[in-house]
C-alpha cells in the first residue's frame, strides 16, 4: 500500500494511492507499506530509484544499510514493533531521501508512524520538506522508545516489590516474575537495537548533509542525537536492574528451595530415634526381657515419644527451627 503526502497551499495532505499512473504534484513523502512488485516497480520507473526488497532491508552491515546512490540518500534503521500486544518484535524502515522527498518503505504496522500521521492532521502546515518529515518520524521512533522503557521501568519497580515482600500470595510467583524479566530483557535488548541503529542512521545523514546552518532542522537535529545518547544510557541501566533482580529472584527461589528441604532434613532426624526404638523391639531374639514385662509395650511408646521430644527441643534451643 502507497500512501502519498503532498502540499496543498503550504499544507501537507494525506492522499491515498488510488491507481498506478502518475505521483502527486507537490509530492513530499511517499509511505510504502508492505508494497507488491508492482507498487516498488511503480515508486522506481516514477522516481529513477531502486527499492531495497524485504530481504536486503534484514542485512546489518553498513554498507547495505547506509548507502549513496547519485545523490539519493538510502537509510535502514530498526523498530521494535508489537510492544502493545506484548509480542515484540524488530521491524526495519528504510528512508529515501531524495531532491527534498522522503521514501519510506516498511513491512510492519508501526506506532510512530501513526503517532505522526496524527500529528500532522493537527499540524499540517509545519512539515514543507522531506528532510523535516524525516527529522519528525525519528523524533517519532524515538519518543516511542521512551515510553517503552518509561513501562518497563514502571514493571521493573512493581517486580521489585513483589520479589523481596515478606509475604506472597501464591507459591510459585517468583518462577513467574522470572519469566516476566527474561521478556522485560528480551524487549530492552531490541530497544537497544533500535536505539544504537538510530545512532548509526544520525551519523551517517549528518557526514552526507552536513550540520544544518539555521531553522528547525538543526535544533531538531540536535535534539534527536541528545534524546539517543540519553536513552541508550537508560537502557543499559534497566538491563543492569534487570541483571540485579534476575539474580535476586534466582537467590529467593534458593532460599525457599533450602527451606523445604530444612523441613524435610529436621522431619528425618526427629522421626531418627523413634525409627531406631521401633527396630530394635522388632528384632525376633529369644532372651529380650522387655517383651514379658506388663508394661513394655508403653515404656517402647513412650521411649519413641521422648526420643522424638529431645531433639525438636535442642532445635528449638539452638534456634535452627
Not at 173 to 183: A, F, V
Not at 253 to 263: C, F
Request: overall charge negative; aromatic content about 10%; proline content about 4%.
Amino acid at each position: 500500500m502507497i500512501t502519498y503526502y503532498a502540499l496543498e497551499h503550504g499544507l501537507l495532505r494525506q492522499r491515498q494511492a488510488e491507481r498506478l499512473d502518475v505521483l502527486p504534484a507537490d509530492l513530499l513523502w511517499a509511505d510504502l507499506l508492505s508494497p507488491s512488485a508492482e507498487e516498488e516497480a511503480f515508486i522506481e520507473r516514477q522516481m529513477g530509484l531502486n527499492i531495497p526488497t524485504r530481504e536486503e532491508l534484514a542485512e546489518i552491515e553498513d554498507t547495505s544499510r547506509f548507502y549513496d546512490e547519485d545523490g539519493v540518500l538510502f537509510m535502514t534503521t530498526t523498530v521494535v514493533a508489537g510492544v502493545d500486544e506484548r509480542q515484540p518484535r524488530t521491524a526495519q524502515v528504510t528512508f529515501v531521501l531524495t531532491n527534498g522527498c522522503l521514501i519510506t518503505v516498511r513491512y510492519a504496522e508501526l506506532s510512530p508512524f501513526r503517532q505522526f500521521q496524527l500529528k500532522l492532521a493537527r499540524q499540517p502546515g509545519v512539515y514543507t520538506s522531506g528532510a523535516l518529515i524525516l527529522m519528525a518520524l525519528l523524533d517519532a521512533i524515538v519518543d516511542r522508545v521512551a515510553d517503552v522503557l518509561e513501562a518497563v521501568q514502571l514493571q521493573l519497580n512493581g517486580l521489585s516489590q513483589r520479589i523481596f515482600e515478606e509475604e506472597r500470595e501464591r507459591r510459585g510467583e517468583l518462577q513467574h516474575i522470572l519469566r516476566e524479566l527474561g521478556q522485560h530483557r528480551s524487549l530492552l535488548t531490541q530497544l537497544g537495537e533500535s536505539l544504537f541503529s538510530g545512532t548509526r542512521l544520525m551519523a551517517y545523514y549528518r557526514l552526507h548533509v552536513g550540520d544544518p546552518k539555521r531553522g528547525p532542522a538543526r535544533s531538531w537535529l540536535k535534539a534527536l542525537e541528545r534524546d539517543l545518547r540519553s536513552l541508550g544510557e537508560h537502557q543499559a541501566k534497566l538491563l543492569g536492574d534487570i541483571a540485579f533482580l534476575l539474580d535476586a529472584t534466582l537467590g529467593m527461589i534458593s532460599i525457599e528451595q533450602n527451606g523445604i528441604i530444612k523441613v524435610f532434613s529436621i522431619a528425618a532426624v526427629l522421626f531418627l530415634p523413634p525409627t531406631l526404638v521401633g527396630t530394635v523391639y522388632g528384632m525376633n531374639f529369644q532372651h529380650m526381657p522387655e517383651l514379658h514385662w506388663s508394661f513394655g509395650y508403653p515404656l517402647a511408646l513412650g521411649m519413641m515419644v521422648v526420643s522424638a521430644i529431645l531433639p525438636y527441643a535442642w532445635f528449638k534451643f539452638r534456634g535452627w527451627l
